[in-house]
């Protein structure tokens, strides 16, 4: 009996020890490294100390080329919760994220950068938060803000707002979240298809924000700091830009749940735009509308605040300044430690010089709404960038992109076509060498290459193009860069143009007849038609459209009187849709449409029989609308 019993309890335990051992664990810390060794081993000492032992340690090493390999083949000989991924060639951070998810196990995904250091209770306490809060999708939590440039400096306590609702009205404006700080539900990723997306470098992590926020999850915060968070700062620059677009076309996405046109906030202040959200809050509920009309309180300037102050537009923010009319100083409301005084304000001109940023000076409205007016060509509706007819372009190229330089007939300015915000005077232009001073960025000298057609900038010039260019400048014969017929400027013209849904200029080849939207420039396509006050246009997204000039107004207005649809190749139906009612521009030949009010959405048409239409959205995936016989359809099952 007593071989029975002790056989019985040895297959008992054996029994257990093999159940905790194929039972996968609660948590999956999941991180991303390259070429990091000099950091990494600090930050995996973090994980491998944390309180909280029941997680799995996925690291994928995205090809580096350092010593970052051989330790972590050390530290996974030394544990075995350690599963390392390697990509051969470097596929970037997003491919190693949706890798990493992929490989997941656990319950939880807690997200680690390579540079990073947990506290040693931070997977503990989002644990026991996740295990009590079970419709939190996202939890993220405080970090100590550590400046790598200057390491002496003391770590920053930053925390993250509380409730919820704080946390979504707050990434309508901005990413207010440390993303190696959140802990993710998995079955929530899983169960809405959720990754991160390659189309938005260098803020996915706010774009799975946006999905989560699309699919009704919640996210939630720790407000405690459980996080050494290093911001890397050390990307090259044209990773910011991309960051900057990315999230830019994330905030529209946000906006577009409480406008048919999210960039009408681009000229709200945050106490405007949050009375844009309240109106549209009860129908999309958004948020709770009674914290919501609390926010708006403590961002709106008070009654008696109201008369002293002016809106400013400035390049880089909206915001109120409160003004003392007897000593003439006035401060930012939404940040009040910038402060300065007035200088004058007449003729609707209002000058002012700040404490710590000097002089600058505004256009305002009767009602003391100003445009900063050093950035002329941004009023785009009623002024133009030159206040020129037309313009030439010539391709150019730097370091950080390639682009054209549109020049104004005068060769007194200029500005890159694929960016107008970014003008520049020209200081000289002679024996092939342009040197401009942009407004933002300073001083730059361009090299003309005949060969290529091509100004380079002088740092982004290699030795052999800077001697050919060189060479070819002391062969010829020019007193100034104007007159070289090797430039072969293409010619342009300028128009302002209306349409229902923007106002903008119209830049028009007159031989090639190519156009496109001067602040929009992938919108372009080919003039059919320009001669007795009509133009016709065919855009290579939205097909063929009319213009008429307005002797009045002094340019071209989209004329009404637009070509037939609801043809055999294209319909247009009006769509109600849970968040918003607008018309769908159908291309059945192309297999794509888009919605009209925002050219943004588009997607592909899977099919459109017996008036049901199945749609592919490029963001949102798939849906089904029904039809009646005269083109007004319902999301299906929309409740």
Same mark, same amino acid.
């Given at each position: 009996? +007593? ?11 054996? $029994? ?11 948590? =999956? ?39 970052? *390999? ?35 196990? $656990? ?8 540079? !990073? ?32 440039? +200057? *390491?002496?400096?003391?770590?920053? *306590? ?74 890397? $700062? ?13 999230? +830019? ?123 900063? +007016?050093?950035? !002329? ?12 007819? !037309? ?16 020049? =104004?007939? !005068? ?18 232009? =002679? ?54 017929? =090797? ?115 588009? $997607? ?36």
């Amino acid at each position: 009996m +007593r071989k029975i019993f002790l056989f019985f309890v040895f297959a008992l335990l054996l $029994g257990i020890i093999c159940f905790l051992l194929g039972r996968p664990p609660l948590v =999956s810390v999941v991180m991303s490294t390259y070429n990091r060794a000099d950091v990494l081993p600090t930050a995996i000492l973090s994980v491998l100390k944390q309180t909280y032992q029941d997680f799995e340690f996925i690291i994928i090493d995205d090809g580096s080329t350092d010593e970052t *390999p051989e330790i972590l083949k050390k530290f996974a000989e030394r544990d075995h919760r350690i599963v390392v991924l390697t990509n051969k060639p470097n596929r970037g951070l997003i491919f190693s994220l949706n890798r990493g998810l992929k490989a997941a196990r $656990g319950r939880y995904i807690a997200r680690m950068d390579d540079d !990073d250091i947990m506290m040693p209770n931070r997977l503990e306490h989002q644990v026991r938060f996740m295990d009590v809060s079970p419709k939190t999708s996202i939890l993220a939590t405080g970090y100590y803000y550590k400046n790598r440039k +200057r *390491p002496e400096m003391d770590l920053i *306590p930053v925390s993250c707002p509380i409730p919820s609702d704080h946390i979504l009205l707050d990434l309508l404006f901005e990413n207010i979240l440390a993303h190696p700080t959140i802990m993710i539900r998995k079955s929530f990723l899983e169960d809405h298809h959720i990754q991160y997306d390659f189309r938005f470098k260098g803020a996915e992590d706010y774009d799975l924000y946006r999905q989560v926020i699309f699919n009704r999850g919640v996210i939630s915060c720790f407000p405690k700091p459980l996080m050494i968070y290093a911001r890397k $700062g050390d990307n090259p620059f044209v990773f910011y830009i991309d960051q900057s677009k990315s999230a +830019r076309s994330i905030k529209n996405l946000l906006w577009s749940l409480f406008s048919d046109d999210p960039q009408k906030r681009d000229n709200l202040s945050k106490c405007d735009a949050l009375k844009l959200v309240l109106d549209k809050n009860k129908s999309v509920q958004y948020v709770d509308q009674t914290l919501l009309e609390s926010v708006i309180e403590e961002a709106c300037p008070s009654a008696v605040q109201k008369p002293n102050s002016f809106f400013l537009l400035h390049t880089g923010w909206r915001d109120y300044i409160i003004t003392d009319p007897q000593k003439k100083t006035f401060y930012r409301f939404a940040s009040p430690l910038e402060t300065g005084r007035i200088i004058s304000f007449q003729d609707h001109i209002l000058r002012i010089k700040w404490d710590r940023w000097g002089e600058e000076a505004f256009s305002c409205d009767s009602q003391q709404n100003c445009r900063l +007016r050093e950035d !002329d060509h941004k009023e785009a509706v009623d002024e133009s960038p030159f206040n020129l007819k !037309d313009v030439e372009i010539y391709k150019a190229k730097n370091k950080i992109w390639e682009d054209y330089f549109v020049i =104004s007939k !005068d060769h007194s300015r200029l500005y890159r076509q694929n960016h107008p915000r970014e003008t520049a005077r020209i200081l000289s232009w =002679s024996n092939n060498k342009l040197r401009i001073k942009w407004n933002h960025w300073g001083e730059e000298l361009f090299l003309y290459d005949t060969a290529s057609d091509v100004f380079i900038g002088q740092e982004g010039a290699d030795d052999k193009k800077e001697n050919q260019s060189s060479s070819q400048q002391q062969k010829a014969s020019l007193t100034t860069g104007l007159d070289d017929e =090797s430039l072969s400027p293409k010619k342009a013209n300028l128009y302002q143009a209306e349409h229902s849904h923007w106002k903008d200029f119209l830049v028009i080849h007159p031989t090639a007849k190519w156009v496109y939207r001067l602040f929009e420039p992938k919108e372009k396509g080919q003039v059919l038609y320009q001669k007795d006050d009509l133009l016709k246009i065919k855009w290579d997204r939205w097909g063929e459209e009319r213009f008429v000039w307005d002797k009045i107004k002094k340019r071209y207005v989209r004329s009404k009187e637009q070509p037939a649809k609801n043809t055999a190749e294209e319909k247009v139906l009006t769509v109600k849709h849970r968040f918003w009612k607008d018309k769908l521009i159908v291309n059945l030949k192309k297999k794509k449409f888009h919605r009209k009010s925002n050219l943004q959405e588009t $997607g592909t048409v899977i099919s459109f029989k017996d008036n049901i239409l199945k749609v592919n959205w490029d963001l949102w995936g798939k849906e089904t609308f029904v039809c009646d016989e005269e083109f007004n359809c319902s999301l299906q099952n929309d409740k």
